[in-house]
């Protein structure tokens, strides 16, 4: 059973093909890496799977649901973590938590109550108080995801979710993804690092709006550093 699948979308801006009939699939509780260069069609991608964007053919099923006939339900199903951060900087980490969840109908002690489990998870508890202006880097991108999780989505999106963060930061986020996946979420992680793949994820590989590989990381890098494979692969400068 798959948790997220595209079947043949393109989409232009203006002349320029910024995806070419892509279809993929994600596995129900799979980590899958798109990974890709900077360019490679990675945001487009998303914004179509979160609506933003209309793609005018094609089709996309999230946890059973087509985002084009059924779109509440689709999207209700989903998390996402954007490359720009959308926290409101002058709120605290408690009061994004809250606004985000009463956007999903949450209210109350079921809304503080999963908010304080999300905060434990993100170990982010003590920080609740904190405006998200004062945060790092990295304490910001744990608030983003631990709001991605308050309506307990079975679809996780993280575009680039790293960018900007130091390895150690960039090590626990990546772990504690696929710890979601291990716990049965699906997540689409986009990146342009190889060494946030780890060799038994699900891997895509996007390169100038085309899928150029699609399987497990171990098996597309074959007897190559997967680095290596994907340099040779889009023909891009280590």
């Known amino acids: 059973m798959n948790g997220l699948e595209a079947q043949g979308l393109s989409y232009f801006y203006g002349t320029k ?91 109350g002690r079921p809304a503080q109550s999963r908010i304080e489990s999300a905060l434990d998870q993100l170990d982010m508890r003590e920080r609740a108080g904190e405006k998200a202006r004062a945060l790092n880097g990295g304490h910001r991108r744990r608030t983003e995801i631990a709001r991605a999780l308050l309506h307990d989505p079975s679809v996780l999106l993280l575009d680039e979710p790293t960018v900007g963060l130091d390895a150690a930061t960039r090590a626990s986020i990546t772990d504690y993804a696929h710890g979601l996946a291990e716990d049965g979420k699906t997540i689409l992680w986009a990146t342009h690092l190889t060494d946030e793949v780890q060799p038994d994820d699900d891997l895509i590989i996007l390169h100038q709006a085309r899928i150029l590989e699609t399987g497990k990381a171990q098996d597309i890098a074959g007897d190559m550093s997967l680095q290596d494979r994907f340099l040779a692969l889009t023909g891009t400068v280590a």
Request: proline residues 3%; aromatic residues 8%.
């Open 17 to 107: 093909h910024a995806l070419d009939n892509v279809s993929f699939s994600v596995r129900t509780g799979a980590f899958c890496a798109l990974l890709g260069p900077n360019g490679a069609g990675k945001s487009t991608l998303f914004n179509l799977l979160t609506r933003l964007f209309v793609a005018p053919d094609g089709q996309i099923t999230i946890a059973c649901h087509d985002l084009r006939k059924s779109p509440r339900a689709a999207l209700a199903q989903l998390g996402i973590v954007f490359q720009q951060t959308t926290l409101d900087l002058d709120l605290t980490v408690q009061q994004n938590l809250s606004y985000f969840a009463a956007l999903h109908g949450l209210s």
